[in-house]
């Protein structure tokens, strides 16, 4: 009887019941079904090796080293199957063969004596065969298979990246340890050097199937430090638990003893497991339970945040501060323009890894809508038309409508994410889902509250601009009056020449201030929604008397020119206002920098049925890629606290219920931007039309 060799083939055996349990209980597809094939198989062997060592003849050990044999040729078709499951490529034919060959040693092992004919003493008193022709065979045949199953994750680990690579990395290390220690039961047989490797070996078997069993139970999220530590304490403490007892039994034949003890330590083995299991993870595990941690209290604290600017920079970089991801970002619905826009990217140095837009057709939205859960980056990098580089995509639905989602990189050293990261992941996109609603609603309330208070400046202004129009119309009618009065009693030329002068001054200062009175009561007189007559000429001289003191406060030139017979166009004059109010707020920011501040408004016919305006300033100017994107709601080149990114939408908006377009050209930072506008001419409106029809239009707000 060796003590070891009882002690590694109850672990084994008892092993592998265990983890046959959790592959009925959690088992789901055909890994799961052969890796319980494979555990049976190693159970029969760990009970054909613990019946070796406990056989008192030759005629039991001849058996049992049957039914170990029979068994042990099986481990390694089933883990050749395994590899070709696992990798995700097709079985061959030659995997059939192997069975075939299996069956047949099996059948020779248990019924013949012809793999096993001849033992000797070994190892004190355990019988063991001698190797012959036919086992030597058996063993060659079982080598090859193994060597088959080995490429197969060769190659898995040449193709596969990430986290799949890793896992493939620690799976193979987990096959080819069970395979050296399993393999050393046959260095006694040819009298090989180190066959006192034989019982120790056996050993590694039992740590194979569970690192395998953990791996197919958890392969998508396979954390295989904690897989290791616990193994290994499962083993230490198990070891201690049934090799104490056998070691005192077989040390002073007193079993009766050493099998009440073994029941104290059986008794006591799962508390003393979950004690050491609880600290040595808290070692290992301590910089995720730091950023599990940090996640959850981002979980808890976001629904308070208001504004979905600031909401999505706080995901993105406590993203990477905590979970030490190379990257987190952000991707948020747009229904306006039906795509999931780019609105975050930390670090920024990424940025141009991502597309800035991605379409609700696009592969990876429907890919994330089929799946409606977390997303792995192994998923991803399977679908070569998805054009995400990431580790973990997390998605935030409310109900059943994708709001947003989150590409996580990979974290540090490339460790996994595990399943305890996916569960806190997972409350963070519920808690980022309820986030972005309550800003949306929030956003709402705001834009509501602005409109009315729009509303209620229009309403007086319109009424201000009429109350100071009075008195200026008296003031200007009264200095004509004196102005004739006094020139008719001044006879002294200089005195004439001063009186004149000085009327003069007043009376176009009157004019001056009446010109901007009248566009502040065209910007802000009530709306009827229906398109008139109307001149471009007017809507630019409106403008300019509306913002010239800006212009003249800021220093600015401005050039407005006319070419050609612009005819007549049909629209809602301050909503036109309102469009060359907003290019002018943009251009007046882009120029506060500039040493030659200047906007040009030209207007010129295209052909015989459209005119152009175009708007053009000496400003900091526009980068190529962002020309098409800057007419999306929300965005914006300004820091948040001077714009909200929806002056240019709306100009987009007013422009298209016109029938007209725009866009932007610029030749780059700092060489100036211009807006185009084109209209179509009305065609059909007379003079006539237009002077019955001159009415006053109020802007959309």
Not at 157 to 181: C, D, E
Not at 640 to 654: D, F, V
Request: with cysteine.
């Amino acid at each position: 009887m060796n003590i070891v060799i009882l002690i590694s083939g109850i672990f084994i055996s008892s092993t592998s019941i265990v983890l046959m349990a959790l592959l009925r209980i959690y088992g789901r597809n055909k890994l799961h079904t052969i890796w319980f094939m494979t555990n049976l198989v190693i159970f029969v062997w760990g009970l054909g090796c613990f019946f070796i060592g406990k056989s008192s003849s030759i005629e039991e050990a001849r058996f049992w080293w049957g039914v170990a044999v029979a068994a042990g040729v099986f481990i390694a078709p089933c883990f050749y199957q395994t590899t070709y499951i696992f990798a995700g490529v097709k079985q061959p034919k030659r995997l059939i063969i192997s069975y075939l060959q299996a069956s047949l040693f099996a059948i020779l092992a248990l019924f013949t004596e012809v793999t096993l004919n001849k033992y000797r003493i070994l190892f004190g008193n355990v019988y063991y065969p001698t190797g012959n022709l036919m086992f030597f065979l058996m063993i060659i045949c079982w080598v090859i298979v193994i060597f088959l199953g080995t490429k197969v994750l060769f190659d898995l680990l040449k193709r596969s990246t990430g986290k799949q690579h890793l896992q493939t990395w620690y799976l193979l290390i987990a096959f080819l340890s069970g395979f050296v220690g399993g393999g050393a039961t046959l260095l006694p047989a040819f009298d090989l050097p180190y066959s006192f490797v034989y019982p120790f070996g056996n050993f590694g078997v039992a740590i194979y199937a569970i690192i395998g069993t953990y791996a197919v139970l958890r392969y998508q999220l396979l954390d295989l430090n904690v897989a290791f530590t616990r193994a290994g304490i499962f083993g230490v403490v198990y070891a201690l638990v049934l090799g104490v007892p056998f070691w005192l039994g077989y040390k002073y034949n007193k079993w009766q003893y050493s099998t009440w003890f073994m029941l104290v330590l059986a008794t006591s083995g799962p508390f003393i497991y979950s004690y050491l299991r609880r600290h040595a993870e808290n070692i290992i595990l301590r910089d995720q339970r730091r950023y599990q941690k940090a996640l959850r209290e981002l979980a808890e604290t976001m629904t308070h945040i208001r504004s979905l600017d600031a909401l999505i920079q706080i995901i993105t970089t406590t993203m990477v501060n905590a979970v030490k991801v190379n990257f987190a970002a952000m991707y948020v619905k747009e229904e306006e323009s039906n795509s999931y826009v780019l609105k975050s990217c930390n670090p920024q140095s990424v940025q141009d890894k991502f597309p800035e837009n991605l379409a609700f057709d696009s592969s990876v939205v429907k890919f994330i809508l089929a799946e409606q859960r977390l997303i792995t980056c192994d998923e991803i990098k399977n679908k070569p038309e998805i054009p995400l580089e990431c580790g973990l995509v997390i998605p935030c639905f409310m109900e059943n409508d994708l709001l947003a989602f989150i590409a996580l990189g990979t974290k540090p050293n490339s460790q996994m994410f595990t399943t305890d990261d996916i569960l806190v992941f997972e409350t963070v996109s519920y808690s980022a889902s309820i986030a972005i609603e309550n800003c949306r609603f929030w956003r709402e309330i705001e834009d509501k509250q602005r409109k009315a208070r729009l509303q209620e400046m229009d309403t007086y202004s319109y009424s201000l601009a009429h109350e100071i129009d009075n008195p200026v119309h008296i003031i200007l009618n009264e200095t004509t009056l004196i102005k004739d009065y006094l020139l008719k009693n001044i006879t002294n030329p200089q005195e004439y020449k001063e009186a004149e002068s000085a009327c003069g001054f007043t009376i176009e200062a009157a004019r001056r201030v009446a010109g901007m009175v009248k566009a502040i009561r065209d910007f802000g007189s009530p709306v009827t929604g229906k398109a008139l007559a109307l001149k471009i000429e007017d809507v630019v001289e409106s403008f300019f008397k509306l913002y010239y003191p800006q212009f003249k406060d800021k220093a600015i030139v401005f050039e407005k020119i006319f070419f050609g017979d612009l005819g007549f166009i049909r629209g809602i004059k301050p909503e036109l206002m309102q469009v060359l109010v907003i290019l002018a707020n943009n251009s007046i920011h882009a120029m506060r920098e500039s040493e030659i501040k200047k906007i040009t408004l030209k207007v010129e016919p295209v052909n015989h049925d459209r005119i152009r305006i175009v708007f053009s300033d000496t400003g900091y100017g526009i980068k190529k890629e962002n020309l098409e994107i800057i007419f999306l709601p929300f965005t914006t080149t300004k820091a948040s606290s001077e714009g909200t990114g929806m002056g240019l939408y709306n100009a987009k908006k007013i422009i298209e219920r016109h029938n007209g377009k725009i866009f932007a050209q610029s030749e780059g930072k700092g060489q100036g931007a211009c807006f185009v506008i084109e209209l179509p001419k009305a065609l059909d409106v007379t003079e006539d039309e237009f002077l019955k029809e001159g009415q006053k239009e109020k802007r959309l707000i």
